[in-house]
């Protein structure tokens, strides 16, 4: 079992930058699939970005390619979304997720292929 706390949020005006952290503890970090998914105020949480066991490889939804990244750092045990040009439609909680399963990071974007999940961080874009 792995717990999970987001951190990183905050205000920003559009077209500014944010990053996100999630710190793990519990069970080896490096064993778990890695996302991060975001949920607006009266709507379902979506897919934002996958990352493979070892970090060598992300997928992202569309709306966010070529502005965010996402990175883990296996020795700190933490995942990182690193958002730039920010929009007011990315704001959100969002939260970061850890999976057990081990499938195709392209697979890994609905929320239930995920086993555990932090508590979210709030991202606010103002226009």
């Known amino acids: 079992q792995v717990s999970l706390v987001e951190s990183g949020g905050g205000l920003v005006q559009a077209g500014g930058s944010l990053r996100l952290s999630c710190a793990a503890s519990g069970r080896t970090f490096s064993s778990y699939t890695m996302g991060w998914f975001r949920q607006a105020p009266g709507k379902e949480r979506d897919f934002v970005a996958a990352i493979s066991r070892s970090g060598g490889s992300t997928y992202f939804t569309d709306s966010v390619k070529g502005r965010f990244t996402i990175v883990r750092d296996n020795i700190k045990n933490t995942l990182y979304l690193q958002m730039s040009s920010l929009k007011p439609e990315d704001t959100a909680v969002y939260y970061c997720?850890?999976?057990?399963?081990?499938?195709?990071?392209?697979?890994?974007?609905?929320?239930?292929?995920?086993?555990?999940w932090g508590q979210g961080t709030q991202v606010t874009v103002s226009s």
């Open positions: 997720a850890a999976s057990d399963s081990g499938l195709l990071i392209t697979t890994m974007t609905h929320s239930e292929e995920y086993d555990y």
